[in-house]
Each structure stands twice: as C-alpha cells, then as structure tokens.
C-alpha cells in the first residue's frame, strides 16, 4: 500500500523556535510536496522537490525553506516560527510525469504560542 | 490565472439522499486536469478522480458520478445515495503540467466543501 508519513500529528512551539517538519514517503516516488491548509483557503504549495536536492518555491514559501537529502525523505523548516504560522501542514509525493496524482500524509497540526 | 472555485462552503444532507458538489475553474491552458480528493476526519486527503481536458466523458464510479463539461469550465460530483462515510471535506483541483525533469502536476485548490451526512 502507498504511504506518505509524517513525524508528528500534533506540535505546539513557541515564537521564535526553530521546527522541523519530516516526511517519508515508501512508493519511490520523484516528487514530494509541502502544503499548508487553512479554512476557506483550502491547500496551498509552500514548496516542492522534483529530485534530490532540488526544490522549487511553491506560492507562499515565505517563512519556510525545505531539504531534501535522500529520496524518500523530505524535510520543511521554519527557521523562527510566527503564530501565523500556526496552521495544518500536509505532505504529498507522486511519480513523475505529469499526469500522476499525488498521494498526501495524515497532516501535522502545528500551533505557535 | 489558474483558480478553483467551490461556492458551496457546506452541504447537509440526511442519508440516502443524492448530493451534488460543485467545482468550477479558470485556465488558459488547453492541456490540464482536474482532481477530486476526499478528506475525511482523520486528515489524510484520499485521492478520487482523474480527468484530462481531452477527456469529457462523465464517469461513474458506484455511488460516485462527475460531470466534466469544457463548455461551462466544471466538473461537478455528484454522490448517489449518500451514506454517513460520505461525511468529508471535499476537493476539487486543477493541474498545471509542469515539465521540469520526469514531470509533475502543480495542483490548484479549491477551498473545498464540508459534506455532513446525518443518519
């Protein structure tokens, strides 16, 4: 079965702390992406890799930056964290090729104090 | 520039009932698709449908229908039947093809719309 995986459900930081956000996928896929989702704005690309070490700014990548150092794994950072940054983040990967549908993690719910 | 448009923000329903969610987009691409994800209460959107731009044949999956029409730009869902599980949030996207290396799908969202089945 396909899996997308991430670190934690739920975090809860405070202004100005560092986190990191990781995400696994299984399926081999080239692609991997970071979301955030927020009410009434439904998901929006922070940012996205096409390969290892190569990533690509999605529309809102202000505040974020990402690594990706090995296939399965890509990582999203927020190097001091705002509380409008409080929000629910969602991983997803997809095979290359355009017409491939991408697969989405469970989502972490982070709250900044 | 590409936009998703869901109007319906929520929908209730009592089970049984047919419920149609719809979805209708902007592009000036000629090649492009359209996605259906389903996002249940535990959080993790479930991919539903695929649809190319050549393509506007309606499908039907079980209870499951989508009407593609190029002519009004939607691609509207509809649910026959609806069941408690059918509770969700929905949505709808919108590809942008990008060839950058093996290729990927930049998708578009729309801000989805929360279905509430009641027994």
């Known amino acids: 079965d396909v899996k997308v995986t991430q670190s934690s459900r739920y975090l809860v930081k405070r202004t100005g702390e560092k986190v990191f956000l990781e995400c696994v996928q299984d399926m081999d896929h080239e692609n991997m992406f970071w979301y955030r989702q927020d009410p009434g704005l439904g998901l929006r690309l922070i940012y996205f890799s096409y390969d290892v070490k190569m990533k690509e700014k999605g529309d809102i990548p202000e505040g974020y930056s990402v690594s990706r150092e090995k296939k399965e794994r890509f990582s999203l950072i927020l190097e001091s964290a705002s509380t409008n940054q409080t929000s629910m983040y969602l991983c997803?990967?997809?095979?290359?090729?355009?017409?491939?549908?991408?697969?989405f993690g469970p989502g972490t719910r982070l709250t900044v104090l | 520039a590409q936009k998703v448009t869901q109007a319906q923000t929520e929908i209730s329903v009592v089970e049984k009932e047919d419920v149609t969610l719809d979805c209708v987009y902007e592009t000036r691409d000629t090649t492009y698709y359209l996605f259906w994800y389903k996002q249940p209460p535990s959080g993790e959107l479930v991919f539903l449908i695929r649809r190319n731009s050549f393509d506007e044949q309606n499908e039907i999956s079980g209870r499951y229908s989508w009407n593609f029409q190029k002519s009004t730009s939607s691609f509207n869902f509809t649910i026959t039947a609806s069941q408690v599980v059918d509770s969700a949030v929905y949505f709808c996207a919108l590809s942008e093809p990008q060839r950058i290396s093996g290729g990927y799908n930049k998708l578009i969202f729309g801000a989805g719309t929360r279905l509430a089945v009641h027994p």
């Open positions: 997803a990967s997809s095979k290359g090729g355009v017409y491939n549908e991408q697969f």
